[in-house]
């Protein structure tokens, strides 16, 4: 009897060791996790203050050129085509002949007519001889006058559409493009050929609407070719767009010459350098401080040792900056770093302030 009471009374022992061993346990496990999270309750961030400093005295744009003049062969007349006496790729002046259609009907008609006009004019000098010496009344004259002059007009006319079966190039270029063959017919309205002057290129460049200010017609720009890395072109600025479009973006047109040594085509792309005589100061901000996109741009500003989403709206982009246009001052602390962890309201602690 005394055996078995020993033996429950060394259990009861072991059990109330292990129930104080696993209750100082939890409380210490309690105590750890408290504390995981009262150190990671502050989110660790570098911050930066936004800095005033002059703003870029230039401008870089890309762009694509264009034929200064490009223009379509259209026919004026109808009929089948006898001679073709321009190919694609030569060069064509102005008023050179391209294509020749039959005008042999016009011809035929033009001799009718012109015979027709030669009888009504003999008939109004025998009719004015006669009412000189008043054989007829003067009203006869009338009839006579009123067909010499519809004969004159359709003679102008026949002439007109003879000269329009001789297809001639509108412009000095070169023929790019040629859409009809000895013996095709054709129509008024067809495209019969393409003639594109390339002696001089438009570079077409978009540009924002704040860059778009300090641009002025006539203004020099630098323009790099990007197939001749080290070519270096003088253009001049002859047109700027009065309208923005879905991009809020403006397009300006660069004159510039077709060097004989580093020939360029119409399609390529190359860079426009614009130079402006001002220095403008302003706020900027590095890029990777904004959270989201440059079109909603969002910052994380430190106060009280809190991060608060700011809205704000910026400028140019220089480089890696961007320009603050309002929402920040100088003396704000703007998150650089760890901003993926954050969310408005969230505590955090700065560990490091960047110098701008």
Known sequence: MNKRIYIWLILLCVAGIITAKL?????????????????????????????????????????????????????ETQGRVLEVYKNKGEWVHEGDLIAKVDDELLRIELEATQANLAKLRKDQE??????????????????????????????????????????????????????IERGSVIGPGIQVA???????????????????????????????????????????????????????SYDVEIEAPNPEKTPLRAGMHAKAYFSFGTNRKGLTLPRKAIAGSLQDSRVFVVEDSTAHLRNISLGKVIGDKVEILSGLTEHDKVVLTGQLNLSDGAKVEVVKTVLN
Do not use: H
């Open 126 to 179: 025998r009719l004015g001889n006669l009412i000189e010496g008043e054989a007829v009344a003067k009203n006869k004259m009338e009839d006579i006058v009123l067909g010499i002059l519809a004969a004159e007009a359709k003679e102008k006319a026949l002439k007109k559409q003879i000269s329009n079966t001789s297809i001639k190039a509108p412009m000095t270029g070169t023929m790019g493009l040629r859409f």
């Open 194 to 248: 393409q003639v594109t002057n390339l002696e001089k290129l438009y570079l077409m460049i978009k540009v924002t609407e704040r860059d778009v200010l300090g641009i002025q017609k006539g203004q020099i720009v630098e323009v790099k070719p990007d197939v001749y890395p080290n070519a270096r072109i003088q253009g001049k600025v002859t047109n700027i767009g009065l309208r923005a479009d879905n991009t809020f």
């Open 23 to 75: 209750y100082f346990n939890k409380k210490e496990l309690i105590a750890e996790t408290a504390l995981s999270r009262s150190t990671r309750k502050f989110v660790p961030v570098e911050v930066i203050s936004p800095k005033v400093e002059p703003l870029g005295t230039s401008l870089e744009a890309d762009g694509i050129f264009l034929p200064i003049k490009e223009m379509f062969v259209i026919s």
